[in-house]
């Protein structure tokens, strides 16, 4: 089945706990991307990636870090989590020249206490 | 910078049309997208428009002007599954590496009563 995985779904931490939330996609996609969704916000990207070891910032970067070393994986870095990140991550995908569709992972819901 | 407006809440009955709105003021355009977004879901892709008109997909038409910045999403025979955030996105532009950045708005929630 194609889909976009994320891991974990759920995270509790506490300020300044390094986490990493891991983002995986089986459909051999170039593109790859991490919103967060805010209430009154919508969706603003953090960052994204063309394909490996290329990544570029979105709208909304500071305070995170991304890597991608493979294909399929786009991990989400926190290295040092405060309560202003508290928020509902999404990880997708694309195919280059089919960019309009966006695959979406299920979410990421993050409470940094 | 970009601006997308859509309304924040609308209220519609079963088997009816609704029409959801979308205005946007961008520096640059290149397409709009329209996604779902059922409580605690994902976003869904629905359409992609590009060029001037109406776009028909089964119950759902997407229609786009680009000289007024402005977009609508038409649901047509409401069924209670409709019941969804239905998010407005439009892309500004390519960035160098070819990538077609995309800005979204804040949803607007669609209540479908019986």
């Known amino acids: 089945e194609a889909q976009v995985t994320q891991n974990p779904r759920y995270l509790i931490t506490v300020t300044g706990k390094k986490l990493t939330v891991t983002c995986s996609q089986n459909?051999?996609?170039?593109?790859m991307s991490w919103y967060r969704q805010d209430p009154g916000l919508g969706l603003r990207q953090i960052y994204y990636?063309?394909?490996?070891?290329?990544?570029d910032k979105g709208d909304v970067p500071e305070g995170y870090k991304v890597s991608r070393k493979e294909k399929r994986n786009f991990p989400l870095i926190l290295e040092s989590p405060s309560p202003n990140q508290t928020s509902l991550y999404f990880c997708a995908s694309s195919r280059a020249g089919e960019q309009e569709t966006q695959y979406f992972g299920p979410g990421t819901r993050l409470l940094v206490l | 910078g970009q601006n997308i407006d859509q309304p924040t809440e609308m209220t519609a009955t079963e088997g009816a049309i609704v029409q959801i709105n979308c205005t946007y003021q961008t520096s640059g355009f290149n397409g709009l997208f329209w996604y779902q977004q059922h409580a605690g879901e994902a976003p869904t892709f629905l359409s992609y428009n590009v060029l001037d008109g109406l776009e028909e997909k089964g119950r759902f038409s997407s229609f786009l002007s680009r000289s007024k910045g402005y977009s609508y999403l038409l649901l047509k025979e409401l069924q209670m599954k409709d019941s969804a955030s239905y998010l407005c996105?439009?892309?500004?532009?390519?960035?160098?590496?070819?990538?077609?950045?995309?800005?979204f708005g804040i949803g607007t929630k669609l209540q479908v009563i019986p």
């Open positions: 990636s063309m394909n490996v070891e290329v990544t």
């Open positions: 459909m051999n996609h170039e593109y």
């Open positions: 996105a439009v892309s500004p532009r390519w960035d160098s590496g070819g990538y077609q950045k995309v800005t």
